[in-house]
T-cell receptor, first 117, second 119 residues
Framework: GAVVSQHPSRVICKSGTSVKIECRSL??????MFWYRQFPKQSLMLMAT?????????EQGVEKDKFLINHASLTLSTLTVTSAHPEDSSFYIC?????????????FGDGTRLSIL | AQTVTQSQPEMSVQEAETVTLSCTYD???????LFWYKQPPSRQMILVIR??????QNATENRFSVNFQKAAKSFSLKISDSQLGDTAMYFC????????????????FGKGTHLIIQP
């Protein structure tokens, strides 16, 4: 149980393209989902917290107009990288906790490797 | 804001040996959770062990155990009888506890320790 599916696993696209990444909780409801970014050989950095039915909360330094987050249902959150540029190339990974409570562990998707040419 | 520090960028031990990975953190929160995650080359994040700050007893999961020193803000991971499959990046992470119904908080990660188990 507690599976988080992330799609696509890898994207290669041209500069200026917008890219959408989906994060789904397959067998549980996730009121809250999280989006992280990981540069090569570095740690995961929290980008934003996605709450179902409300606006996402972005961490300091993360451009909300660049990284659009939508959490339309209890099982789906999407991250859209708008007008992507080579510096946006990174590994993006989402996580979700059961019911959105902090006493439940977070389960991670398998990540999306984004490469902007 | 909280910070998590892992001072060992890389460690290498022989198979079957015991290895300890260190982690310190800084926070003004009293209620929180601490985690160790394993990230193999596939880059999947795998939860190794979790510790609630209000529990004095150290968490254990089979060959994995922690030494949680709340006053010292230290949270080390001990891997006993290490196996080749333990080779991976290990991240220490902090999460503030939210009250029931208050939702969950994001994780703050350390920079990681690359653990190599030699045959």
């Amino acid at each position: 149980g507690a599976v988080v599916s992330q799609h696509p696993s890898r994207v290669i696209c041209k500069s200026g393209t917008s890219v959408k990444i989906e994060c789904r909780s397959l067998d549980f409801q996730a009121t809250t989902m999280f989006w992280y970014r990981q540069f090569p050989k570095q740690s995961l950095m929290l980008m934003a917290t996605s709450n179902e039915g409300s606006k996402a909360t972005y961490e300091q330094g993360v451009e909300k107009d660049k990284f659009l987050i939508n959490h339309a249902s209890l099982t789906l959150s999407t991250l859209t990288v708008t007008s992507a540029h080579p510096e946006d190339s990174s590994f993006y990974i989402c996580s979700a906790s059961l019911g959105g409570y902090s006493n439940q562990p977070q389960h991670f998707g398998d990540g999306t490797r984004l490469s902007i040419l | 804001a909280q910070t998590v520090t892992q001072s060992q960028p890389e460690m290498s031990v022989q198979e079957a040996e015991t290895v300890t990975l260190s982690c310190t953190y800084d926070t003004s929160e009293n209620n929180y959770y601490l985690f160790w995650y394993k990230q193999p080359p596939s880059r999947q994040m795998i939860l190794v062990i979790r510790q609630e700050a209000y529990k004095q007893q150290n968490a254990t999961e089979n060959r994995f155990s922690v030494n949680f020193q709340k006053a010292a803000k230290s949270f080390s991971l001990k891997i006993s009888d290490s196996q080749l499959g333990d080779t991976a990046m290990y991240f220490c992470a902090f999460m503030k506890a939210m009250y029931s119904g208050g939702g969950a908080d994001g994780l703050t990660f350390g920079k990681g320790t690359h653990l190599i188990i030699q045959p």
